[in-house]
């Protein structure tokens, strides 16, 4: 590590450590051989990993580096909202090429500040991490993986095995606005050069983790089984539907578009990290959980030879559902 | 992900899984949106994570995947074991070029087999992660996580910041026999092919994280303050002296040299991943720890004005002893 990577990581440690007093589940963070975290009695540990890979996930040309490290966050914080935990510690390690640790507003620099922001927004501390030079030399890429530990009460998680023949299936927020904004972006990239700043008009730049829902879903008991829409709704109710053993039918009429969205883009576009959760059919679900609304979009249903694992009901018409595999770019 | 990546992480998963019916800790393991782990009353978490990157931490021409990826896990393991904690589970994420994921025994396929051999070693389960191509075409360089999560009794963690003024500085095994066998794989790369079994003969290729000596040392009471030896004495012990705000006095007729090495490589040679650890001048510390000679190479001092950091006494003389930087190639 260099003297500049040392710099940025002194001033992440003093910024990541204002957090963590607020927090005070961390008890040792960055500067020591590992982290050292309370949670509570009676908690069980959660944890998850993402990639967040150049010219994968996102590119440089395209998206400003603090959306890059928002939507690293993000992703893991969604996986945590998901199984109906909080967050209780992030962890990040970042390769960069040669030249992008350079500055005091360097992409490094700035990269850091979309994800401390998204941190202190859920008051997560930054424990830890890596910072490295990218191997590779001229041609070589950024790539980032964030880790999220968090605490679920033991017993409560929400996981995708537990949907039950005749649960309905309901999703929050809004489905393709990710995959609509990201077509608008790959038509004219220099639109969006200043979307550096956290909206919600902008569901492809800073998706926001519904951790809020997750943890009253636990709390409350409401849903059966659950999973974040990444890779889109077509795919990751499949990932619903083999973990619970089910098959599920989507009512088009009932998907909440995002803004600019088509039908096409609720189905299979990615990126919206919104909760898809199933629940007892006789359960009460509010229309809006933790300030988000929510929408009942279709069924789960014991399997049937003969009948496809997914199907879409749309002008009384009932036809299979394929999931179409997200590619991000 | 394609077709060839979910064939690999199916295998892995059914391999994983095994491991985490033992241990019993694994609540949900890859395949959900998290993992879920259990950890026992009166325990804090730990958790470490280190990048291994193609060409700054190792060479595919020069390195078995069984090794990369043993060696992976083991920097994981060892930063487990320099705080005294007991390894609870692993996550991988890797990403490689393509073509590395081709055939039964791919080099994606290797570098699990030598990861999970020693997680099988340690009873860890490799409870989840990330398997993704590396962008940037034929200039693509294979990148791996590591994250371990391991569990510590609540304020028994060993940290950096422990030395007192007048305490003992001692190592486990021996020193520079991991930059010994560098030298000699530099010079003919071709003699190392054939190594990919762990043999405690390879230090470099295979180091042992010391797991058993830091859970002896937390529940005896033994040590103080503890790291790794992973980037060099000189470099480590700094960060020891840093934390705990003394200096320290090594002796460098005490240092015990591993094979081939000189003086030089015990003193800045980097990845022997030895734990480093003071006690105090009292205390009885056997010769041996959990089957691993221990040598007390030293001692730690009040600051002074005018006095270095760290000394190396030698022939009767004292100098001052600078950190210098390992550079893994």
């Given at each position: 590590m260099g003297e500049r990577e040392r710099a940025i990581l002194r001033d992440i440690r003093a910024r990541a450590l204002r957090g963590a007093e607020r927090e005070g589940a961390l008890r040792v963070g960055i500067g020591d051989d590992a982290a050292v975290l309370a949670v509570r009695r009676g908690e069980e540990i959660v944890v998850t990993t993402d990639f967040s890979l150049e010219?994968?996930?996102?590119r440089r040309g395209w998206h400003a580096p603090e959306a890059v490290g928002h939507k690293c966050l993000a992703r893991g914080l969604s996986d945590i909202a998901a199984i109906g935990a909080r967050p209780v510690a992030a962890f990040v390690s970042l390769a960069v090429p040669r030249?992008?640790?350079?500055?005091?507003?360097s992409w490094t620099a700035r990269f850091y500040d979309g994800l401390l922001a998204l941190a202190e927004r859920w008051d997560v501390p930054l424990a830890g991490g890596d910072l490295a030079q990218s191997p590779g030399g001229a041609d070589a890429r950024a790539a980032a993986d964030i880790v999220v530990v968090g605490a679920v009460e033991r017993g409560r998680a929400l996981l995708r095995s537990g949907a039950k023949a005749g649960d309905a299936l309901y999703v929050t927020g809004t489905l393709g606005g990710a995959a609509a904004e990201l077509r608008a972006l790959t038509r004219s990239p220099a639109r969006f050069r200043s979307v550096i700043l956290v909206t919600p008009e902008h569901p492809h730049f800073f998706p926001q983790p519904r951790i809020g829902v997750g943890r009253a879903l636990v709390r409350r008991k409401i849903a059966t089984a659950a999973i974040d829409v990444s890779d889109g709704l077509s795919v990751d109710l499949e990932h619903l539907c083999e973990e619970s053993g089910m098959r599920a039918e989507v009512d088009a009429a009932l998907l909440p578009l995002g803004?600019?969205?088509?039908l096409e883009d609720a189905l299979h576009g990615g990126d919206d990290y919104e909760l898809l959760f199933t629940a007892d059919a006789g359960a009460r679900v509010p229309r809006s959980i933790a300030g988000i609304p929510v929408h009942r979009i279709g069924r789960m249903l014991r399997r049937q030879a003969g009948r496809p694992q997914m199907a879409l009901v749309k002008d009384g018409r009932r036809t299979e559902l394929k999931p179409e595999g997200w590619q991000h770019f």
């Open positions: 010219d994968v996930h996102f030249g992008l640790t350079q500055g005091r507003h803004s600019g969205a088509t």
